[in-house]
Nanobody, 123 residues
Framework: HVQLVESGGGSVQAGGSLKLSCVIS????????WGWFRQAPGKAREGVAA????????YYLNSVEGRFTISHDNAKNTLYLQMNSLTPEDTAMYYC?????????????????WGQGTQVTVS
């Protein structure tokens, strides 16, 4: 089993930055894709960014590319999302997730484990 715990959310003014962290514990050795999703009120959950823990490939939602950076620290089993130039449209609950097998990074139904989420509010 795999557990994920997010942190780092908060309230920030437009143009500001936040860095989210997700500690992933348990049997992480067989997880392949680690990702960040978000869900704004009244909207569907969407994939924001993901990283292939094998080859380091990264993937981004078009609207965040160039502003957000996903990274991971294998030694700490921690996933990060550095978010810069935040806008009110980035306001959402942010979730980290892990997939056991090769997944289409933006498809939430292909992820096996999820964190509880951390709220990001941009005003």
């Amino acid at each position: 089993h795999v557990q994920l715990v997010e942190s780092g959310g908060g309230s920030v003014q437009a143009g500001g930055s936040l860095k989210l962290s997700c500690v992933i514990s348990g049997n992480t050795y067989n997880t392949n894709i680690w990702g960040w999703f978000r869900q704004a009120p009244g909207k569907a959950r969407e994939g924001v960014a993901a990283i292939d823990t094998g080859d380091g490939s990264t993937y981004y939602l078009n609207s965040v590319e160039g502003r957000f950076t996903i990274s991971h620290d294998n030694a700490k089993n921690t996933l990060y999302l550095q978010m810069n130039s935040l806008t009110p449209e980035d306001t959402a609950m942010y979730y980290c997730a892990a997939a056991l097998a090769q997944a289409t990074w933006y498809r939430q139904d292909e992820y096996n484990y999820w964190g509880q989420g951390t709220q990001v509010t941009v005003s």
